[in-house]
């Protein structure tokens, strides 16, 4: 069964930085369509970063420019590389598929931008 562990989040303060991490079992990663999702108290789970498995890169509007999605497919694991953070950056980050499979998703990792 596949499971996806996310760590690296953490409290930052505004215009900090986090990397966070999504390792998985399986051989999934080197084949699928990768991706970072996130979610607000009150909100509903949005796509924040995406990749391919030759690594092109996608970003939503409000992360162009400050994150960046990578993977490394040898080790089972895509990265998200968090610059500039903002408080509305807070939230539960999740990575799963491109699109997500509802079985996949992880308990995430809390992002808390604050001062």
């Known amino acids: 069964q596949v499971q996806l562990v996310e760590s690296g989040g953490g409290l930052v303060q505004p215009g900090g930085s986090l990397r966070l991490s999504c390792v998985g079992s399986?051989?999934?990663?080197?084949?699928?369509?990768m991706a970072w999702y996130r979610q607000a108290p009150g909100n509903q789970r949005e796509l924040v970063a995406t990749?391919?498995?030759?690594?092109?890169?996608g970003y939503a509007d409000s992360v162009k420019g400050r994150f960046t999605i990578s993977r490394d497919n040898a080790k089972n694991t895509v990265y998200l590389q968090m610059n500039s953070l903002k408080p509305e950056d807070t939230a539960v980050y999740y990575c799963n598929l491109d699109p997500p499979r509802r079985t996949y998703w992880g308990q995430g990792t809390q992002v808390t931008v604050s001062s």
């Open positions: 990749i391919t498995a030759s690594s092109s890169t």
């Open positions: 399986g051989s999934i990663f080197s084949i699928r369509p």
